[in-house]
């Protein structure tokens, strides 16, 4: 059974930074993709980041473009969401995913593992 574990999320003000983790029990951690996803109250959850097996390949959605940065350390079997600039519009429960292949999908279906989520919360 794959687990994921977030955290690093919390209360900021607007303009600042967060970085969330995302920590996998998977041994072939670094054979699969990551994405991050994100839930408001009332909300679908929807996709925001994203990354292949071997970090080659990133994709954001397009309101976090150029404030968002996903990344990985497979050593560490670790994904990442540095998050700069931040509006009271990102708040959310953020939620790790974890693939079935090198690649990745924009739709929550196309992940088999979540995590627990870990809340962001962004006052203007």
């Known amino acids: 059974q794959v687990q994921l574990v977030e955290s690093g999320g919390g209360l900021v003000q607007a303009g600042a930074s967060l970085r969330l983790s995302c920590a996998a029990s998977?041994?072939?951690?670094?054979?699969?993709?990551m994405g991050w996803f994100r839930q408001a109250p009332g909300k679908e959850r929807k996709f925001v980041a994203a990354?292949?097996?071997?970090?080659?390949?990133?994709d954001y959605e397009d309101s976090v473009k150029g404030r968002f940065t996903i990344s990985r350390d497979n050593a560490k079997n670790t994904v990442y969401l540095q998050m700069n600039s931040l509006k009271p519009e990102d708040t959310a429960v953020y939620y790790c995913?974890?693939?079935?292949?090198?690649?990745?999908?924009?739709?929550?279906?196309?992940?088999?593992?979540w995590g627990q989520g870990t809340q962001v919360t962004v006052s203007s």
């Open positions: 998977r041994r072939t951690f670094s054979s699969y993709a």
């Open positions: 995913a974890g693939g079935s292949s090198r690649w990745y999908g924009f739709r929550p279906d196309d992940y088999d593992y």
């Open positions: 990354i292949s097996s071997s970090a080659i390949s990133t």
